[in-house]
T-cell receptor, first 115, second 114 residues
Framework: NAGVMQNPRHLVRRRGQEARLRCSPM?????VYWYRQLPEEGLKFMVY????????ESGMPKERFSAEFPKEGPSILRIQQVVRGDSAAYFC?????????????FGQGTRLTVV | AQSVAQPEDQVNVAEGNPLTVKCTYS??????LFWYVQYPNRGLQFLLK??????LVKGSYGFEAEFNKSQTSFHLKKPSALVSDSALYFC????????????FGSGTRLLVRP
């Protein structure tokens, strides 16, 4: 049973380009969360999605950032017109449905570097 | 504001000695409490959680954590540290009325010397 899979592991983009980060949740998990980790800081919640629905995007910057979790395929976090301040590790987590007692399982992250 | 504090940026301990990594929280209600560990260039791995019941929670790799409601603390402990325990440890809480959003501390780097 593969864990949460994120790709790419490392991504380098020039300022102004677009970054696409992918996340495949664990088998049987229908809830996906994206977190951002800035250097020397803890993880900050960005967005919570279920299949085809954004449940909570309160942690997502209002501009340039978007997320989706289509019926088929991985969840995508998209950052348009990247800036140096977007450089961070982006972690995806997933959890099974229906359980407030369940813990989230994290992927290995995508480290985005904007040059 | 809801927050999680890990007052120590780094904890140094000799192999074989007990270790404690501190965590306090300021979150309304009785949140769920978690510890995660992050090895270099890796994702977060779940260690343990407190939902309800016994204040001493046992988790993976010999770690345990003690919940103290009056002090709003959830310190991570291990009786005998291993060099391989060296990593970054994160405390996190989740409100009971919100089944998903984790609030993380800033992390504590544990260094176990041989």
């Amino acid at each position: 049973n593969a864990g949460v899979m994120q790709n790419p592991r490392h991504l380098v983009r020039r300022r102004g380009q677009e970054a696409r980060l992918r996340c495949s949740p664990m088998k049987g998990h229908s809830h996906v969360y994206w977190y951002r980790q800035l250097p020397e800081e803890g993880l900050k919640f960005m967005v919570y999605l279920q299949k085809e629905n954004i449940i909570d995007e309160s942690g997502m910057p209002k501009e340039r950032f978007s997320a989706e979790f289509p019926k088929e395929g991985p969840s995508i976090l998209r950052i348009q017109q990247v800036v140096r301040g977007d450089s961070a590790a982006y972690f995806c987590a997933s959890s099974p449905p229906g359980g407030v007692n369940t813990e989230a399982f994290f992927g290995q992250g995508t480290r985005l570097t904007v040059v | 504001a809801q927050s999680v504090a890990q007052p120590e940026d780094q904890v140094n301990v000799a192999e074989g000695n007990p270790l404690t990594v501190k965590c306090t929280y300021s979150v309304s209600g009785n949140p769920y409490l978690f510890w995660y560990v992050q090895y270099p260039n890796r994702g977060l791995q779940f260690l343990l959680k407190y939902i309800t019941g016994d204040n001493l929670v046992k988790g993976s790799y010999g770690f345990e954590a003690e919940f103290n409601k009056s002090q709003t603390s959830f310190h991570l402990k291990k009786p005998s540290a291993l060099v391989s325990d060296s990593a970054l440890y994160f405390c996190a809480v989740r409100k009971r009325d919100s089944s998903y959003k984790l609030i993380f501390g800033s992390g504590t780097r544990l260094l176990v010397r041989p």
